[in-house]
Each structure stands twice: as C-alpha cells, then as structure tokens.
C-alpha cells in the first residue's frame, strides 16, 4: 500500500484522487453542515533498541543492512502530559455531521498542533482544542476551542469562541 501511495504522491495524483472523493461525497449528500473537528494524535515508531543506548554513550554504531531497514530515523521526540513520544502526528479534520475524514496530514511527532491548519473557507465551524488558540482561521469560518475532549463527533465542555 505504502508503494502505491508514493507511486501516486510522485506522480501528482493523490491530491487530485483526494479532492475528486471529497466532491462524490458532497454530491451524495455528504456536505459538511455542522462544522468540522480538527486534532492529531501521536503515531509512535520503533527507534531500534541498539540505536539508542550507544549513542547516548557517545560510542559510534555500526549497523548491518537488515538493523538498517528496522530504524525510523525521520520520527521525531516529543512530550505531552509527562510522556515521551516518539514518531510522528496524525493532524485529521473530520466533519460533525458524519464523521467522516476530510483532511489529513502526517508530521514529525515534535511539529507543534498549531503549525497545521487543516481549515477551509466553507468549514461553517471549527471545534479545535486549546493548542489551536491563535491560529488564523479562515473568513466566514467561527472557531470554537474546547478545553474538553473530542470524542465521537461530539465536541464536550465548549468554553470560548475566537468568533469569525
């Protein structure tokens, strides 16, 4: 699947392929109504178990081909409530009404949320959690910030809106 993918992103095709998916469900009745959520989630890597500990000992590593192609050397560190992530990020956008994917992006684990803006002009409203504060928002978009948890296209204990 992961050589289809690229095979696709190289050609210029997966964007395209995207967009042409999100119009069929639109046209279907799909359209985005209510408003979209947008968060990421930690995707963790495997960082080698040999990789680390001589390394952090200053002592060069040698490794063969095969330790080679079990290393992710592209994930990167980061912490959220005390724990240690290593890997990357999910950001996704879903829509309230159905649930459904309407944009993605993955990123090193470190990125910070706010770097990534998955909004559009149309998105009606936006639930984003407090680590989206002070991201532009798109005109005619209203964001709503939650201190809660998104969970199940239900966005819980709504506090403040950045109004549009």
Not at 4 to 30: C, S, T
Not at 138 to 153: F, I, M, N, Q, R
Request: glycine content about 10%.
């Amino acid at each position: 699947m992961w050589n289809v993918r690229e095979k696709l992103k190289e050609a210029g095709l997966d964007v395209g392929i995207w967009n042409g998916l999100q119009r069929q469900l639109e046209r279907k009745g799909y359209a985005v109504k209510i408003g979209v959520i947008q968060d990421a989630s930690f995707i963790g890597a495997d960082l080698g178990r040999k990789r680390h500990y001589p390394e952090k000992k200053g002592e060069a590593v040698v490794y063969s081909a095969k330790q080679l192609s079990h290393l992710d050397c592209d994930g990167t560190f980061a912490i959220k409530h005390c724990q240690v992530h290593y890997g990357y990020k999910d950001h996704a956008k879903l829509d309230c009404d159905f649930g459904l994917i309407r944009s993605v992006e993955v990123t090193t684990a470190s990125l910070h949320d706010s770097q990534i803006d998955l909004l559009k002009k149309g998105d009606v409203a936006a639930y984003r959690d407090k680590w989206y504060v002070g991201t532009p928002v798109p005109d005619g978009v209203e964001c709503v910030h939650s201190a809660g948890v998104l969970t199940s296209g239900f966005v819980h204990q709504l506090h403040y809106s950045d109004g549009a």
